[in-house]
């Protein structure tokens, strides 16, 4: 299984885009990248997920740059409900959910 | 739509009592994980099935056994509860175990206290 590394918080202001950075140096040719959300007292929810290049949809943006070394999670224009904790993950397959710790976001007024 | 649902959502045991946590989804789908998360840290892996009839240890199986009842139901059991096993406990299910198809959906945790 691919490691993942993570900024363990981040704080940012409303408004204000957010780019959460994965590293992911042994990502194999199969594994897909991952990213999740969690608020307080909830389980996770999926957010997106990506193979190479760009991947958008109505939460968020994932680049992926040709090496697939790394990947970043792009949250357009955060508000106070964007804080949470996000997690990368790699794999290819479903049960190769390994969490790790995720990064903790603050977005404040 | 109901999703994942796990009972109880909050229970107290005594050290070296047993009990079953219950985890159903009505998605229709092929894998199923049982998790354990403790403050401040991530989702642990504890056991997963990745279809019906078969099951796998995770990350820390240690003290759990888990039975995939059918294809809806996957249960979590501890046949010995100790203090270390205190955290909340997430089941999910996703589709299948080959991307696209592994999103998975998460039921809204059982809140496990051994005293």
């Known amino acids: 299984l691919a490691k993942t590394t993570q900024p363990i918080s981040m704080d940012s202001y409303e408004g204000q885009e957010v780019n959460i950075t994965c590293s992911h140096n042994?990502?194999?040719?199969?594994?897909?990248i991952t990213w999740y959300q969690q608020f307080p007292s909830q389980g996770p929810r999926f957010i997106i997920q990506?193979?190479?290049t760009k991947v958008t949809n109505e939460v968020a943006s994932l680049f992926i740059p040709a090496d697939r070394k790394s990947s970043t999670l792009s949250l357009p224009r955060v508000s106070l409900s964007d804080t949470a904790v996000y997690y990368c993950?790699?794999?290819?397959?479903?049960?190769?959910?390994?969490f790790g710790k995720g990064t903790s976001l603050l977005v404040t007024p | 739509n109901a999703g994942v649902t796990q009972t109880p959502k909050f229970q107290v045991l005594k050290t070296g009592q047993s009990m079953t946590l219950q985890c159903a989804q009505d998605?229709?789908?092929?894998?199923m994980y049982w998790y354990r998360q403790d403050p401040g840290m991530g989702l642990r892996l504890i056991y997963y099935?990745?279809?019906?009839?078969?099951?796998d240890k995770g990350e820390v199986p240690n003290g759990y056994n888990v039975s995939r009842l059918n294809k809806r139901e996957f249960s979590l059991r501890l046949e010995s509860a100790a203090p270390s096993q205190t955290s909340v406990y997430f089941c999910?299910?996703?589709?299948?175990?080959?991307?696209?198809?592994?999103?998975?959906?998460f039921g809204q945790g059982t809140r496990l206290t051994v005293v």
């Open positions: 099935s990745a279809s019906e009839g078969t099951t």
């Open positions: 990506g193979y190479k």
């Open positions: 042994n990502i194999a040719t199969n594994d897909y």
């Open positions: 999910a299910s996703s589709e299948g175990t080959s991307p696209p198809n592994t999103e998975a959906f």
């Open positions: 998605m229709n789908h092929n894998s």
């Open positions: 993950l790699v794999g290819d397959s479903g049960y190769a959910l390994n």
